[in-house]
């Protein structure tokens, strides 16, 4: 299995300001996902971070508000980018198990309160 | 035609009792169930899954049960334990669909 890490686990931000959360893979993945958890509401996929290439959006989600990185095989970054209360929710990096490719392993989330 | 619907968001069951929480969907192409687990201040973890071939599946005290005609599929913890009570997401997904998630059951176990 997959042993994520997220930085910050929580954060209390301006409106206005940018954050960038990080995730970082005990292991080399070839799948990682952004993932978006409001209170009482389901997980909601942002986009798919691909190495090497640019992110790839789910409906809703942008590039400018949501710019991802990926530089190599086990880390990536989520910014959120000129936040707005709106925008506080947890946010979950996910990896696919290479060897059992339906498995997901969620880090342990980035709690983000917008002030 | 992407959509789970999972109920019910909330279920207090005594010690001792059986927790059901139940799924449904609507996309044939769909071929992998699992469930998820998440406890307060952690990320989702998987707990059990099944595929539309078997009609059920145990892992201790932790069971599936498939109903693809119904495209339903529920979780059963029997011998519900205080440590159990968490919040339970269904999924699904399947060819070229990504995972689609169920809006997630607060499971209290009273001791």
């Known amino acids: 299995s997959a042993v994520i890490s997220q930085k910050p686990s929580r954060d209390i931000c301006q409106r206005g300001t940018s954050l960038t959360i990080q995730c970082q893979v005990d292991?080399?993945?070839?799948?990682m996902f952004w993932y978006r958890q409001q209170p009482g509401q389901s997980l909601t996929l942002i986009a798919t971070a691909n190495q090497g290439s640019e992110a790839t959006y789910e409906s809703g989600f942008v590039i400018d508000k949501f710019p991802i990185s990926r530089p190599n095989l086990t880390f990536s970054t989520l910014t959120v980018s000129n936040m707005s209360p709106e925008d506080s929710s947890i946010y979950l990096c996910?990896?696919?198990?290479?060897?059992?490719?339906?498995?997901?392993?969620f880090g342990p989330g980035t709690r983000l309160l917008v002030l | 035609q992407q959509q789970v619907k999972q109920s019910p968001q909330s279920l207090i069951v005594q010690k001792g009792g059986i927790s059901i929480i139940n799924c449904a969907y609507e996309?044939?192409?769909?071929?992998?169930f699992p469930w998820y687990q998440q406890f307060p201040g952690k990320g989702p973890a998987l707990l059990i899954a099944i595929r539309p071939d078997v009609s059920e599946k145990k892992e201790g005290r932790f069971t599936i049960s498939f109903n693809k005609s119904a495209k339903q599929f529920s979780l059963h913890i029997m011998d519900s334990q205080p440590g159990d009570s968490a919040t339970y997401f269904c999924?699904?997904?399947?060819?070229?669909?990504?995972?689609?998630f169920g809006r997630g059951t607060s499971l209290i176990v009273h001791p």
């Open positions: 996309n044939t192409a769909f071929d992998y």
């Open positions: 996910s990896v696919e198990d290479g060897l059992a490719t339906e498995t997901q392993y």
């Open positions: 292991s080399q993945v070839t799948m």
């Open positions: 999924a699904a997904r399947g060819g070229s669909y990504i995972p689609t």
